[in-house]
């Protein structure tokens, strides 16, 4: 099943979610997809003046072109989403290296998809990253469950 | 053809990045390699590359941490080497989620053995009437 991840880059949801036999649904993809084509028009991340137009279809067109260039790289991963695994408030989503109005646009856009998804915190001490593993685990074989079904 | 590029992070008190690149190595297989102080990143084809690493976690599969990554190894538009140095960007990310992995390792294990972690008591919002008793004690009289 396709398991939407949120933080979009995580290295411990992506793992997690390959580990016990899923398909994380990480930004890492579209990223991939935009820097292997042979023409690099927009170096590093090739986002071109085109993809806040393709961000139209998630925001309005007064909302600024950050979050609609973000959404170009984020959308298609929402829509390909069978699950989401997500993690509230993350550290480092906050200040420079993110975005908080298109972080509240994907949560928003993943709970009206209406998907099974999964609540979280980063744990904070041994007992809390135990019970974090389980409920991932968990969740995951449940969805493996229903896919059967 | 599909072609990915993989970034192993090592957390492991057994095994080195220097380790994992030799059994990438000794493995044949047609990828490219690239030892980092964080791990190894592998790119290739997207079946060899599963598979690979795959087979590459079991050396040790609680200290083994793996994600896909966009740039190839030593691409010129993000290699630190060609943008005079500086943090990366997805650096951040790294740094902050490594500090997690031991405790990931733990839950892993943990989950192995089959141990079930006690469900934590939901916090209860403070009432009102406790806080007007605790503002009322603390006054000065």
């Known amino acids: ?149 | 053809m599909d072609n990915i590029t993989k970034m192993i992070v090592i957390n492991s008190s057994k095994v080195l990045p220097s380790d994992v690149v030799i059994k990438l190595y000794e493995s044949n297989a047609d990828v490219m390699i690239k030892e980092t102080c964080f791990g190894v990143m592998v790119s290739g084809e997207r079946s060899v590359v599963d598979k690979l690493l795959s087979e590459t976690r079991k050396i040790d599969p609680y200290g083994i941490f793996i994600k896909e990554r966009g740039f190839a190894p030593g691409e010129p538009n993000r290699c630190r080497a060609t943008r005079r140095g500086g943090a990366r960007p997805g650096f951040h990310m790294l740094e902050t989620e490594e500090k997690l992995l031991p405790q990931i390792a733990q839950g892993l294990r943990a989950l192995d053995k089959g141990e079930i972690p006690p469900l934590k008591m939901k916090k209860k919002k403070l009432e009102l009437e406790k806080l007007m008793e605790i503002i009322k004690n603390a006054e000065v009289s």
Request: charge should be positive; proline fraction near 8%.
């Open chain 1, 1 to 149: 099943m396709k398991v939407f991840i949120y933080p979009t880059n995580s290295l411990i949801l992506s793992d997690l979610v390959e580990r016990f036999g899923h398909e994380p649904l990480a930004v890492m993809q579209e990223i991939s997809k935009r820097v292997n084509t042979p023409g690099l028009d927009s170096p590093p991340m090739n986002i071109t003046p085109e993809d806040p137009k393709i961000g139209l279809k998630y925001a309005a067109v007064e909302v600024p072109s950050g979050v609609r260039g973000r959404m170009a790289l984020n959308g298609p991963l929402i829509s390909k989403a069978e699950a989401a695994i997500i993690v509230r408030d993350p550290v480092v989503s906050f200040g420079c290296m993110g975005c908080a109005r298109t972080n509240e646009l994907v949560n928003f856009l993943i709970r009206a998809k209406k998907i099974p998804i999964l609540d979280l915190y980063y744990p904070s001490s041994e007992e809390e990253a135990k019970e974090f593993v389980y409920k991932i685990s968990q969740f995951l074989k449940s969805l493996g469950k229903e896919e059967k079904k």
